[in-house]
């Protein structure tokens, strides 16, 4: 049975290219598109979807505003954020209040279905390039919260290597082989790091981790 993927975005082209792309697979079929989040939240109870493309930049109501109340709601529907290059405040914050992952609006075909697969799973495919534009922007502020205390607990040497190679996109199973032990271990780091960032996701921990200056790149 194929994945059901709802479509938020004001723009209908994004839209159809994107129904373009997924009526090619054979995992994924769109069973609902939206122009803005008010209607999107007043869709998912009738359509229930697996899992949702979310834009940000809407009217009406945003992706973000959207995705706070999905938490309420439907917490348990992943959510991907549709962005550009010039929303990383936005995309961060997405990701902060609970979206699974994002992609660009011109993203390649492959990556689109690896990232949909990855949030299907639970998991987040984080892509680097983007990471990089998010931890330029953030520099700045970032080293002046260093000069702060850190409200959060210390993260031990090999829970720093696995939120690293977590913001760079690396798999469990990459990240376990890397590092030569088990991918049951890389998720026992995963869970000890949620708990201290008090995050449930990687997504979360790496916009956590991009504010606070827990990782570099």
């Known amino acids: 049975m194929k994945h059901k ?23 994924y079929q769109v069973i609902g598109e939206a122009e803005n989040g008010q209607v999107a939240l007043q869709l998912i109870d009738q359509l229930k979807p697996d899992i949702i493309l979310m834009d940000l930049n809407m009217p009406v109501m945003n992706g973000i505003e959207a995705i706070e109340k999905l938490q309420e709601q439907h917490s348990a ?17 997405g990701l902060t209040i609970g979206a699974k992952g994002y992609l660009l609006k011109d993203t390649k ?38 000069s702060n205390s850190n409200p959060f ?23 376990a082989f890397d590092m030569g032990i088990a991918e049951r271990t890389v998720k026992a780091h995963l869970t000890n790091i949620y708990n201290k960032l008090g995050v449930d996701s990687r997504a979360q921990a790496v916009a956590i981790a991009v504010e606070q200056g827990l990782v570099h790149i």
Do not use: C, W
């Open 5 to 27: 993927v709802l479509i938020v975005d004001d723009h209908f082209v994004v839209r159809e290219g994107l129904k373009l792309i997924l009526e090619t697979s054979e995992e």
């Open 77 to 93: 529907i992943p959510v991907v954020i549709l962005t550009t290059y010039n929303e990383d405040d936005l995309m961060i914050k």
């Open 109 to 146: 075909r492959d990556h689109l279905f690896r990232t949909l697969d990855s949030a299907i799973r639970g998991e987040t495919l984080l892509q680097p390039e983007i990471m990089e534009i998010v931890f330029q922007g953030k520099r700045h502020a970032t080293s002046k919260k260093q």
């Open 153 to 175: 607990p210390s993260l031990s040497e090999k829970e720093k290597i696995v939120l690293q190679a977590v913001a760079y996109g690396h798999r469990s199973k990459e990240i």
